[in-house]
Nanobody
Framework: VQLQASGGGLVQAGGSLRLSCAVSRRTFLAYDMGWFRQAPGKGRELVAALPWRGDRPWYAGSVKGRFAVSRNNAKDTQWLQMNSLKPEDTAVYYC?????????????????WGQGTQVTVSS
C-alpha cells in the first residue's frame, strides 16, 4: 500500500490549509486513517483520526475545534482541513493507516505511512 500526502505550504497565522492523502495499491479491505505531525525537535504526535466508517472522528486537544478530518472510501482519499492555524502548528504532517481493531487514537498501531508534507505557519 502507498499513501501520498499533499497540500502543505506556508500560511499566516489564522489562515487555513487543506491536506490530502491518497491511498493506492490497497491490499486490505478496511483501514482507519490518521494524521500525525512532527515539529522540529519533538516526537511524532497523532492529531486527528477517522475510522473506516467515517463516523466518530478523534482529535487531539491541541487541534480540536480547528481541524476537521474527512474521507471518501470510494476514492481512497482523506482530507485534513486546518483552520485558525497557529505558529505552533508548524510541523511535517503525515498520513497513516492501520487495519487492526484498536481505537483510532492508538497511535502506535498505525503501520502504513506516507511521506510527510511541510506545514509552516508564520506569526
Amino acid at each position: 500500500v502507498q499513501l501520498q500526502a499533499s497540500g502543505g505550504g506556508l500560511v499566516q497565522a489564522g489562515g487555513s490549509l487543506r491536506l490530502s492523502c491518497a491511498v493506492s495499491r490497497r491490499t486490505f479491505l478496511a483501514y482507519d486513517m490518521g494524521w500525525f505531525r512532527q515539529a522540529p525537535g519533538k516526537g511524532r504526535e497523532l492529531v486527528a483520526a477517522l475510522p473506516w466508517r467515517g463516523d466518530r472522528p478523534w482529535y487531539a486537544g491541541s487541534v480540536k475545534g480547528r481541524f476537521a478530518v474527512s474521507r471518501n472510501n470510494a476514492k481512497d482519499t482523506q482530507w485534513l482541513q486546518m483552520n485558525s492555524l497557529k505558529p505552533e502548528d508548524t510541523a511535517v504532517y503525515y498520513c497513516a493507516a492501520k487495519t487492526d481493531s484498536s481505537p483510532v487514537y492508538s497511535a502506535s498501531n498505525y503501520d502504513h505511512w506516507g511521506q510527510g508534507t511541510q506545514v509552516t505557519v508564520s506569526s
